[in-house]
């Protein structure tokens, strides 16, 4: 494969990623605001609920997101009827890694902080919650090498399409005619 086509997917799992994570995270926002408009009218403003349906809110929508994007993987290829090198995939994998794992971590370590700040006045996070947060990261990096991993067999199971094993058998019958005509060309010569 060339290079210009390994970059040019690179490239359009990058660009697919970042348009993604930029909805990601205004989707949380407005998903904070809501859970934060529910406590408020239940009173619950100030409770431990409030922040823990706030970290819900952050890890389930990008876990969410990751799986949707995982499947990003699938549909390229079906669509462009062509499978990814396995060098490829772990470029890809890299990608994913390299967006999702960052981001998730910066939503909890800053947007929790602060929500946390402002609900409790206390912006630091204790052992159960930054354990909390490396559970979270390690799951999604779990989902996504899970995932890539998946590609892989998929990839080395799947036959080809039937124009391609076409393509070959009709290849194999043309250099066994060819070969036959050889041999019969050699043959009239005797």
Same mark, same amino acid.
């Given at each position: +494969? ?12 990058? @660009?697919?990623?970042?348009?993604? !994570? ?28 409030? !922040? ?39 470029? =890809?994998?890299?990608?994913?890694? &390299?967006?999702?794992?960052?981001? !998730? ?29 490396? &559970?979270?990261?390690?799951? =999604? @990096? ?5 995932? +890539? ?13 039937? #124009?391609?094993?076409? #393509?070959?058998?009709? &290849? ?19």
């Amino acid at each position: +494969m060339g290079e210009k086509r390994k970059k040019d997917i690179n490239q359009y799992f990058v @660009k697919k990623l970042y348009d993604e !994570l930029n909805i990601l995270d205004a989707s949380i926002y407005q998903e904070i605001r809501k859970v934060k408009d529910e406590a408020n009218t239940r009173g619950l403003l100030k409770s431990g609920m409030t !922040l823990n349906s706030i970290w819900d809110a952050i890890i389930n929508n990008t876990i969410i997101s990751c799986k949707e994007k995982l499947n990003l993987i699938d549909e390229f290829q079906d669509y462009v009827n062509f499978k990814i090198s396995e060098k490829q995939i772990a470029e =890809i994998e890299e990608i994913f890694l &390299t967006h999702y794992v960052p981001f !998730l971590k910066n939503k909890l370590e800053k947007t929790y902080v602060n929500q946390a700040k402002e609900v409790f006045g206390d912006s630091d996070l204790n052992i159960i919650e930054q354990h909390k947060i490396q &559970t979270s990261i390690q799951n =999604i @990096k779990i989902l996504i090498q899970n995932k +890539m991993e998946d590609v892989k067999i998929k990839n080395r199971l799947q036959k080809d399409p039937p #124009s391609v094993r076409l #393509s070959k058998y009709s &290849t194999l019958i043309s250099f066994t005619a060819l070969i036959v005509a050889i041999i019969s060309l050699f043959v009239k010569m005797i």
